[in-house]
């Protein structure tokens, strides 16, 4: 069965510095495809990042970064520079292929504190 | 654009009241999906659609039904509400099925249940 599992509940980074929040999933499909959102105190979703099974490359936008390591079956974010603007929810999700019907699921998520 | 849109914004019902949840989206997505958001679980899945008439369980159906007659409207039907279903509703909708298309959430809707 899918499972994304988000393992840190919250996490500092101090304004500035680079943190990586930590992402690993499990599916029997050979086919998926992982993002991350982030949910400021707003509440609205926001999508950040996607990348695909069969991507050789780490997937890039902007300050964020994905560090996909597919033997491990691992996605962890990477957020450069961190901001205050970035103090945020984040979660993971994965979407599979025909094996799994197609369905999005998502992790539990990460709090994320950026102190000036 | 306006998006994704929900319907009502806040919601409290009696326990074993009935409701709709409204969710439209105008941007001609194929898939649309359910989710409700509870502390430290993150969005866990109600159910989904692929397509217009066509929808399937997620990871936590029991309690809800949905319908998806068209490709704009997706509701969520609870049947007979109950205090473990106060939580925050989000619908969100993607281009397809396919595995590169993000989603698009609402704003979503805060329902409690007394």
């Known amino acids: 069965a899918q499972k994304i599992t988000q393992t840190q509940p919250g996490m500092f980074v101090q304004e500035k510095e680079a943190v990586t929040l930590d992402c690993t999933y499990d599916?029997?499909?050979?086919?998926?495809?992982l993002f991350w959102y982030k949910q400021p105190s707003s509440g609205e979703m926001i999508f950040l990042i996607y990348q695909g099974s069969y991507d050789e490359q780490n997937a890039t936008e902007g300050r964020y970064s994905l560090n996909f390591q597919k033997a491990r079956k691992s996605a962890n974010l990477v957020i450069s520079a961190s901001q205050l603007g970035d103090s945020a929810m984040y979660f993971c999700a994965m979407r599979e292929g025909t094996t799994g019907g197609f369905k999005t699921i998502f992790g539990a998520g990460t709090r994320l504190f950026v102190k000036a | 654009n306006a998006g994704v849109t929900q319907t009502p914004k806040f919601q409290v019902l009696k326990t074993g009241q009935s409701m709709t949840l409204q969710c439209a989206q105008d941007m001609n997505h194929e898939y649309m999906s359910w989710y409700r958001q509870d502390p430290g679980m993150g969005l866990r899945l109600i159910h989904y659609?692929?397509?217009?008439?066509?929808?399937d369980q997620g990871e936590v159906p029991n309690g809800y039904n949905v319908s998806r007659s068209t490709t704009e409207d997706f509701p969520l039907r609870l049947l007979s509400a109950a205090p473990s279903q106060t939580s925050v509703y989000f619908c969100a909708s993607s281009r397809s099925a396919g595995l590169a298309y993000e989603q698009y959430f609402g704003p979503g809707t805060r329902l409690t249940v007394t």
């Open positions: 599916t029997s499909d050979q086919s998926y495809g």
């Open positions: 659609s692929v397509g217009a008439g066509i929808t």
